[in-house]
């Protein structure tokens, strides 16, 4: 993909990363999310997004598994069309999320057994509703969200870029 962004312990100039926040998900949670702080001001749209626990390694999603795993805020009109599962690899259709009610938004991953993930990328659909500000969170059971690392700037906002971001 052109415009791969990568941000992460040595963050690139013009990228403002925060450490891990009270969660230190370094002895795994179940629950991981990508909350989408602010965006350009449009709706989020999101084509791709992979969890990994070593950076650089394996999405740890499992695409057959995205329609029963794959959990997000909200999706245009409720629309199966633009269901979340689109962005980790699930069945096809329309091939992104879309989120009407812009941020603060967000997409995850319940994974069946306590996970790390160190690294997280996505793909923006379109030049408008891409992210600029984001944080990892991570949970024990779904309710209760504990900050891992955040982004605050620096992120590609360009359509079909890719913003990769690690924890610091």
């Known amino acids: 993909m052109r415009g791969v ?8 100039a ?10 230190g998900g370094l002895s795994g949670k179940r629950f991981w999310r990508l909350l989408i702080n602010s965006t350009d ?6 084509l791709s997004m992979e969890f ?3 950076p650089g390694g394996a999405d740890v999603t499992v695409p057959a598994e ?3 795993r794959a959990m997000s805020k909200d999706c245009y009109a409720g629309s ?8 980790f690899g699930g069945p096809s259709g329309v091939p992104y999320w ?13 994974f069946a057994a306590d996970t790390t993930i160190n690294e ?13 500000s984001v944080t990892v969170q991570s949970s024990q059971d779904g309710e209760t969200w504990d900050d891992e690392w955040s982004v605050t700037s620096g992120l590609n906002t360009g359509s079909g870029t890719s913003n990769t971001i690690t924890r610091p």
Do not use: C
């Not at 013009?14 to 926040?21: E, M, Q, R």
């Not at 199966?80 to 962005?87: D, F, G, L, Q, T």
């Open 5 to 12: 962004h990568h941000l992460g312990g040595l963050a690139s």
């Open 66 to 68: 995205a329609p029963y």
């Open 98 to 110: 879309y989120d009407i009610g812009g941020a603060p938004s967000w997409a995850g991953w319940r």
């Open 80 to 87: 199966e069309v633009y269901a979340v599962y689109h962005i």
């Open 120 to 132: 997280v990328s996505w793909s923006n659909y379109s030049s408008s509703g891409h992210p600029t």
């Open 52 to 54: 990994r626990e070593t």
């Open 41 to 46: 001001g449009s709706d989020v749209k999101i």
């Open 14 to 23: 013009g990228a403002s990363l925060k450490g891990a926040g009270k969660g």
